[in-house]
């Protein structure tokens, strides 16, 4: 084996760390409140029922998001974002960037793409050859492009992007719930063992330090929560929130904001009934947005974007408004998300 495949293994196994670390305060959890709290300590039958009800339902439901945002592999721009072959050839033998930059930008003519980076170039991913569509960006942990990359997070070993920022965000809701759900319920055991008036047993220790564990993860869980709910209501991703999205007329950073509740909807879809359960319903296809400021073309996405093969959304159905003063347009697709803006004219 190579060296250099040797230590890429060792760092992949190293970055599964953190998982553990969380599986392993999670599974210690359940055994101290199962067994330590529910049948040693406890001795109503009702009491001991209505708290394992309770406990299983969001744990069931924190594991399951939390399942989805690990293994949900992160989206990359389809083959669509890739230079045509005769512009590859006459992109990489060109030494000059100013020559490779105009091949860019006829490539990006026909693709919807409205950010550039900040000197105005089209941005384009040396590693990964392609066209970085809006709100893409290159990840050197997963090394990859990933659609609507939000951040890399360690305590997922995965990226958080197009493909589960929603069950991310329905993963810190469930564990910040797991978390209430022990604190509350084993407050008066605390005090109790706190205030001696409980026997010292082995439950002790597994109790006093549950509250305490329960509690820190709740404060900073909570707060991260709070932090990517407000996100969601702006439509800014992690990193455009510090580093706001270029457009053709200059760094906005409510650029891709169409109003709370379609930015809550891009990400948690229009069926409510689908908010609460991790299972993928946002809305589009990763590549292209809707956006405050930019004409998009629904003819000329939808030609770039369906030889790729159809999105998780592709089933599904919407119509969706943009709405900029007076005037308005619906377009109405069952591929994609496009929408027409239609300017108000002096
Ligand atoms: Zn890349
Ligand atoms: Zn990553």
């Known amino acids: 084996m190579a060296p250099s495949h040797a230590l890429r293994c060792c760092k992949r196994a190293l970055n599964w760390i953190p998982v553990l670390f969380i599986n392993l305060v999670v599974g210690w959890s359940y055994y101290a409140y199962v067994v330590e709290l529910c049948v040693y300590t406890i001795h109503s039958n009702a009491e001991r029922v209505s708290y394992l009800v309770i406990l299983h339902i969001s744990?069931?439901?924190?594991?399951?998001?939390?399942?989805?945002?690990?293994?949900?592999?992160?989206?990359?721009?389809?083959?669509?974002?890739?230079?045509?072959?005769?512009?590859?050839?006459?992109?990489?033998?060109?030494?000059?960037?100013?020559?490779?930059?105009?091949?860019?930008?006829?490539?990006?003519?026909?693709?919807?793409?409205y950010t550039r980076t900040a000197g105005g170039a089209v941005r384009y991913c040396d590693p990964c050859q392609v066209i970085k569509p809006d709100r893409c960006h290159h990840c050197s942990t997963c090394e990859t492009c990933v659609l609507k990359m939000d951040h890399h997070c360690p305590w997922v070993n995965n990226c958080v992007g197009f493909s589960n920022y929603k069950f991310f965000i329905l993963f810190l809701a469930y564990a910040s719930l797991y978390c209430i759900v022990?604190?509350?319920?084993?407050?008066?055991?605390?005090?109790?063992?706190?205030?001696?008036?409980?026997?010292?047993?082995?439950?002790?220790?597994?109790?006093?330090?549950?509250?305490?564990?329960?509690?820190?993860?709740?404060?900073?869980?909570?707060?991260?929560?709070?932090?990517?709910?407000?996100?969601?209501?702006?439509?800014?991703?992690?990193?455009?929130?510090?580093?706001?999205?270029?457009?053709?007329?200059?760094?906005?950073?409510?650029?891709?904001?169409?109003?709370?509740?379609?930015?809550?909807?891009?990400v948690f879809g229009h069926r409510a009934e689908y908010w609460f359960v991790p299972v993928f319903s946002s809305l589009g296809d990763g590549h292209s947005f809707d956006t405050r400021l930019v004409h998009i073309d629904p003819e000329q996405a939808k030609s770039v974007l369906q030889p790729n093969g159809k999105s998780p959304s592709d089933s599904e159905t919407h119509t969706c408004v943009h709405q900029t003063g007076e005037n308005l347009k619906e377009a109405t697709d069952g591929v994609q998300t496009v929408t027409v803006i239609m300017e108000n004219q002096p």
């Open 182 to 266: 022990i604190c509350t319920t084993v407050t008066q055991y605390f005090i109790k063992f706190w205030t001696k008036k409980l026997k010292d047993t082995h439950a002790k220790f597994h109790i006093l330090f549950l509250f305490f564990v329960a509690a820190l993860f709740f404060i900073s869980i909570v707060s991260l929560l709070t932090y990517h709910l407000w996100l969601v209501g702006k439509n800014r991703t992690t990193i455009e929130a510090f580093r706001a999205a270029v457009f053709p007329n200059g760094p906005d950073k409510n650029g891709f904001s169409l109003g709370f509740s379609r930015n809550f909807c891009e």
């Open 59 to 113: 744990l069931t439901m924190f594991i399951w998001s939390y399942w989805k945002t690990i293994w949900s592999k992160p989206t990359s721009p389809s083959k669509a974002f890739c230079l045509p072959s005769a512009e590859k050839d006459r992109f990489e033998r060109e030494d000059r960037a100013e020559v490779q930059q105009e091949i860019l930008k006829k490539v990006a003519k026909t693709l919807p793409i």
